[in-house]
């Protein structure tokens, strides 16, 4: 164990298995691919110094199932990867969201779609924050952006998934796996959790506990599936987490996750030394979205007369997929445009702050036309 | 008055959804006369399959859980490995272990995970309808091989049970049937041995293949199905201990 009072450089891979095994990961499983391998060789050496499991599986669906059967019997068991080991996981999180089961999965992104490249890349929000295998239902989905805040995630993340008996992914990137940063690892105190008494332990002196998804009695599965959402809107309703900057008086509100938001803080930070009006929402839950806060900052625009003009511009290393949950928020009532690279591309902070210029001296009218492409 | 054949506790007491002459019945039963006289039914967690026997846990009175199919093996590793004082089996049929979960159960037997596996082979896919598995036999008439199996294109019955007999990690592999009460009798030995192995923490994973009938997708009667076993079903699948 560190000494959790220091501050250590580590790359973010190695942190994140440091901040699960503080976290009481009970189980690690996983399979060899980039840019996450440092997370399966750290766990490789630390799980077993803490007598807890460690397994290099054959595959990312065995890894999957393997922590399906360890959660099952009421352990913390998580798994990482990167994209298009994600994708293979995605019967196995069907089945751990129809079975109520808690669940931690790691996406480090990469390049996609299929075998892609291995640069940092944030194409895969739809298909985390859309649930991504078969069937009606949602993951809790954290996107955090820097090494310590990856960090401060893995203990939130065994925790929201015991509270409320679902997977939670979080959503790194490349970049965000192998930069180093000073991190600390400050044992927080956690939540107070339910019991798992619905976990296969053995039905010594008690009733036979089974772990299902399948249901074929006429109405049992829609029934399950109301319960599922019942559970998602209180998710909704309690767990948003979303960092503002420089809002109020702003013009432009960029909105970005991840290692892109790191980026334009950059940008935002240049463009108010040069007097622009522009200030930064970054969603940290991208499931459940911080819709309100983005819907209030949307409504600020019309409520006064005259109409104060602000542009909502989302920055993703992709061709746009958060940009989506951004007009649902704002839904129609300011102009929402759009800013992305994909395949690997990392936008630079004088990139996003010349995008921003060109926003703020273009004449606002121009931004009547709703959902305007930015090019 | 002396009684001399009750149910086995771990047998619960209720209506059957399995087709007449089905083996599944059988099978459970024997499983659970074997965790009850070793008594581990208070630290027994079963594995059920995708297939007709997924409703497993209806029958068997211990911890269960549903699993996708084919990935049993890799469930089992879980909960073995998180859980060593537990007895973990897995009960798949062939379409689950001899199709699509084949690398699971290669490499849980690669591993030597400390697990129980029941194989049931009926030489089909059954709540799928009756398609042809990977085990069914050259010529059986199949709802996907309508005239018959033929090796070109659809090649040969999968001995799943001979793979796995040569790895390291795979310790006791036998082949039974349930085809006569003297097979039913053998078959009841060899799990009853694959339990033991893991109550006494062999190092290794034990796997017992049942020779299982399928009369609705054989299209047999079940005393048809019970003599196609000894007849025909046996030639691709010899009875027998093939390891430990």
């Given at each position: 164990?560190?000494?959790?009072?220091?501050?250590?450089?580590?790359?973010?891979?190695e942190a994140?298995a440091?901040a699960?095994?503080i976290?009481?990961?009970?189980?690690?499983?996983?399979?060899?691919?980039?840019?996450?391998?440092?997370?399966?060789?750290y766990?490789?050496?630390r799980?077993?110094?803490?007598?807890?499991?460690f397994?290099?599986?054959?595959?990312?669906?065995a890894?999957?199932?393997?922590?399906f059967?360890?959660?099952a019997?009421?352990?913390?068991a998580m798994?990482?990867?990167?994209?298009?080991?994600?994708s293979?996981?995605?019967?196995?999180?069907?089945?751990?969201?129809?079975?109520?089961?808690?669940?931690?999965?790691?996406n480090?992104?990469?390049?996609?779609?299929?075998?892609?490249?291995?640069?940092?890349?944030?194409g895969?929000?739809?298909?985390?924050?859309?649930?991504?295998?078969?069937?009606?239902?949602?993951t809790?989905?954290?996107?955090?952006?820097?090494v310590?805040?990856?960090?401060?995630?893995?203990?939130?993340a065994?925790?929201?998934?015991?509270?409320?008996?679902?997977?939670?992914?979080?959503?790194?990137?490349g970049i965000?796996?192998?930069?180093?940063e000073?991190?600390?690892?400050?044992?927080?105190?956690?939540?107070d959790l339910?019991?798992?008494?619905?976990?296969?332990?053995g039905a010594?002196?008690?009733d036979?506990?089974?772990v299902?998804?399948?249901?074929?009695?006429?109405?049992?599965?829609?029934?399950?599936n109301?319960?599922?959402?019942?559970?998602?809107?209180?998710?909704?309703?309690?767990?948003?987490?979303?960092?503002q900057y420089?809002?109020?008086?702003?013009?432009?509100?960029v909105?970005?996750?991840?290692?892109?938001?790191?980026?334009?803080?950059?940008?935002?930070?240049?463009?108010?030394?040069?007097?622009?009006?522009v200030?930064?929402?970054?969603?940290?839950t991208?499931?459940?979205?911080?819709?309100?806060?983005?819907?209030?900052?949307?409504?600020?625009s019309?409520?006064?007369i005259?109409?104060r003009?602000?542009?909502?511009?989302?920055?993703?290393?992709?061709?746009?997929?958060?940009?989506?949950d951004?007009?649902?928020?704002?839904?129609?009532?300011?102009?929402?445009?759009?800013?992305?690279?994909?395949?690997?591309g990392?936008p630079?902070?004088?990139?996003?702050?010349?995008?921003?210029?060109?926003?703020?001296?273009?004449?606002?009218?121009?931004?009547?036309?709703?959902?305007?492409?930015?090019? | 008055m002396k009684?001399v054949?009750?149910?086995?506790?771990?047998?619960?007491d209720?209506?059957?959804?399995?087709?007449?002459?089905?083996?599944h019945?059988?099978?459970?039963?024997?499983?659970?006369?074997?965790?009850?006289?070793?008594?581990?039914?208070?630290?027994?967690?079963g594995?059920?399959?995708?297939?007709c026997?997924?409703?497993?846990?209806?029958?068997?009175?211990?911890?269960?859980?549903?699993?996708?199919?084919?990935?049993?093996?890799?469930?089992?590793?879980?909960?073995?490995?998180?859980?060593?004082?537990?007895?973990?089996?897995?009960y798949?049929g062939d379409?689950?272990l001899a199709?699509?979960?084949?690398?699971?159960?290669?490499?849980?037997a690669h591993r030597?995970?400390q697990?129980?596996?029941?194989?049931?082979n009926?030489?089909?896919?059954?709540?799928?309808g009756?398609?042809?598995?990977?085990?069914?036999?050259?010529?059986?008439?199949?709802?996907?091989?309508q005239?018959?199996?033929?090796?070109?294109?659809?090649?040969?019955?999968?001995?799943?049970?001979e793979?796995?007999?040569?790895?390291?990690g795979?310790?006791?592999?036998?082949?039974?049937?349930?085809?006569?009460?003297?097979?039913?009798?053998k078959?009841?030995k060899?799990?009853?041995?694959?339990?033991?192995l893991?109550?006494?923490?062999?190092?290794?994973?034990?796997?017992?293949?049942?020779?299982?009938?399928?009369?609705?997708?054989?299209?047999?009667?079940p005393?048809?199905a019970?003599?196609w076993?000894?007849?025909?079903m046996?030639?691709?699948f010899?009875?027998?201990?093939?390891?430990?």
């Open positions: 164990m560190r000494n959790i009072s220091e501050s250590v450089l580590m790359c973010g891979n994140l440091e699960a095994v976290a009481g990961c009970d189980a690690y499983f996983g399979y060899p691919i980039t840019p996450q391998n440092e997370v399966t060789a766990m490789s050496r799980m077993p110094e803490e007598g807890r499991v397994v290099q599986c054959e595959s990312e669906l890894a999957i199932n393997m922590v059967g360890a959660s019997t009421g352990k913390r798994t990482s990867s990167s994209s298009p080991g994600i293979l996981m995605q019967e196995g999180i069907s089945y751990l969201a129809g079975a109520e089961l808690p669940a931690v999965v790691v480090v992104m990469r390049g996609g779609p299929g075998l892609g490249n291995i640069a940092p890349s944030q895969d929000y739809f298909q985390s924050t859309r649930g991504g295998g078969h069937g009606d239902y949602r809790i989905v954290l996107g955090p952006s820097s310590q805040e990856l960090v401060n995630c893995m203990p939130l065994f925790d929201l998934a015991d509270q409320y008996r679902i997977p939670v992914v979080v959503l790194a990137d965000l796996g192998q930069m180093m000073p991190v600390g690892f400050q044992k927080q105190p956690g939540r339910p019991p798992k008494d619905w976990a296969l332990t010594q002196g008690r036979q506990n089974i299902r998804s399948l249901w074929l009695k006429e109405g049992a599965l829609e029934e399950l109301y319960k599922l959402q019942a559970r998602y809107e209180q998710i909704q309703k309690n767990e948003v987490l979303c960092e420089e809002v109020d008086d702003a013009e432009i509100v909105v970005a996750y991840g290692i892109a938001a790191r980026i334009v803080r950059g940008a935002v930070d240049k463009a108010r030394k040069e007097g622009i009006k200030g930064w929402i970054r969603p940290i991208l499931w459940p979205f911080p819709t309100e806060q983005i819907s209030r900052a949307a409504a600020e019309v409520g006064a005259p109409i003009f602000r542009i909502f511009l989302t920055v993703e290393m992709s061709l746009g997929q958060m940009v989506e951004v007009k649902l928020a704002v839904a129609g009532k300011a102009p929402v445009l759009f800013y992305g690279r994909p395949g690997g990392v630079t902070v004088d990139e996003i702050l010349g995008k921003i210029k060109e926003l703020q001296i273009r004449p606002k009218t121009q931004y009547a036309i709703r959902d305007t492409q930015y090019k | 009684i054949f009750t149910r086995t506790p771990t047998f619960k209720c209506p059957t959804h399995y087709c007449p002459g089905c083996g019945g059988i099978a459970h039963r024997l499983i659970a006369e074997t965790i009850d006289e070793l008594g581990i039914h208070g630290r027994t967690i594995i059920a399959p995708v297939g026997a997924v409703l497993a846990y209806n029958y068997l009175d211990v911890d269960m859980i549903e699993v996708a199919h084919g990935r049993a093996p890799a469930v089992a590793t879980g909960m073995k490995r998180t859980n060593p004082d537990k007895i973990i089996f897995s798949q379409g689950d199709a699509i979960g084949t690398a699971e159960i290669i490499h849980a030597a995970e697990i129980t596996v029941i194989f049931i009926n030489a089909v896919f059954g709540m799928t009756g398609q042809m598995a990977p085990t069914t036999t050259i010529g059986q008439v199949t709802a996907t091989t005239k018959g199996r033929n090796t070109k294109g659809e090649g040969y019955p999968l001995q799943v049970s793979l796995l007999a040569v790895l390291p795979a310790i006791y592999v036998e082949r039974c049937a349930l085809s006569s009460p003297a097979q039913i009798r078959s009841k060899a799990i009853r041995h694959a339990f033991e893991q109550v006494n923490n062999a190092e290794g994973l034990s796997l017992v293949e049942l020779l299982s009938p399928c009369p609705t997708y054989w299209r047999m009667s005393a048809r019970m003599e076993i000894e007849k025909e046996i030639k691709p010899p009875l027998g201990r093939l390891k430990g």
